[in-house]
């Protein structure tokens, strides 16, 4: 299931999600799917196991995403065990980060590039200036995943804020 394109994310109910295939086609062909719908096939082609992604548009994902280089390294924070396969505090986490562009299929190709180069560590990553996607092998997965890189990057941005 996919957003349909135009519809207020803050306000979703379940007529405002459709189906897709994993070419991103609407089964439904009266609706039309987002426009971000090639990033998230891409991810469920790239890995059997991922059968949710959900994308974030946090103020702190988007900022750090600005103010970081290629991607942001976070360590010694208790909440990055909220990442599957990551067990301590004591582990660098490094979350990939994307230069924007409008061409979702360019984009996507990079992705799956990053991904055949074995660039990520956790699941999930940034688009500079966009905001987060994180995934997972169930949909409670994925939201844990978000929820634990909200909070990282909330503790990440902090202390950028300090050290100014």
Aim: aromatic share 8%.
């Amino acid at each position: 299931m996919i957003t349909q394109s135009g519809k207020e994310k803050s306000r979703l109910s379940p007529d405002d999600l459709m189906i897709c295939d994993l070419h991103g086609i609407a089964v439904d062909q009266s609706l039309t799917p987002s426009v971000e719908t090639p990033l998230h096939t891409c991810m469920f082609n790239l890995d059997a196991d991922i059968s949710a992604v959900l994308h974030t548009h946090s103020a702190s994902a988007t900022v750090l995403s600005r103010a970081a280089g290629p991607e942001l390294m976070i360590s010694d924070y208790e909440m990055q065990k909220a990442f599957t396969g990551i067990e301590s505090h004591d582990e660098s986490v490094n979350v990939v980060i994307f230069d924007n562009d409008q061409d979702m299929q360019a984009l996507a190709k990079r992705i799956e590039q990053a991904w055949a180069d074995d660039q990520f560590t956790v699941p999930g990553f940034l688009i500079r200036g966009h905001g987060l996607y994180a995934w997972g092998r169930k949909l409670s997965d994925a939201q844990r995943h978000v929820e634990g890189f909200e909070f990282l990057f909330q503790c990440a941005w902090q202390e950028l804020l300090v050290k100014t």
